[in-house]
């Protein structure tokens, strides 16, 4: 089983910034890839971004140039900077890892935390 924790949400206003972290901890699984969800109200969750061991990161459309995924694989960490923050990026925000041990394979995730940019 492989524990994420959190941290770093909180309500800021439009145009202003925060930074997500999260980390891994608690199993033998070799994490590959870590990456962050989010489900605003009345929508689907979505995917936000991921980045692989070592590889470069990917991002949806909507927030390209505003937000940077960055890993910490010695810390089993993963961090989102978020910045110009607009109303709809208020989300509840989800870290994810996807982890194998001896070949199994299995998803991971956080308990949310809140991130709201407001005007």
């Known amino acids: 089983q492989v524990q994420l924790v959190e941290s770093g949400g909180g309500l800021v206003e439009s145009g202003g910034s925060l930074r997500l972290s999260c980390v891994a901890s608690?199993?033998?699984?070799?994490?590959?890839?870590m990456g962050w969800y989010r489900q605003a109200p009345g929508k689907e969750r979505e995917e936000v971004a991921f980045?692989?061991?070592?590889?470069?990161?990917k991002y949806a459309d909507s927030v390209k140039g505003r937000f940077t995924i960055s890993r910490d694989t010695a810390k089993n960490a993963v961090y989102l900077q978020m910045n110009s923050l607009k109303p709809e990026d208020t989300a509840v925000y989800y870290c994810?890892?996807?982890?194998?041990?001896?070949?199994?394979?299995?998803?991971?995730w956080g308990e949310g935390t809140q991130g709201t940019g407001s005007s």
């Open positions: 994810n890892a996807y982890a194998t041990n001896d070949g199994d394979e299995d998803d991971f």
């Open positions: 608690g199993s033998l699984h070799i994490i590959r890839t």
């Open positions: 980045i692989p061991n070592g590889g470069s990161a």
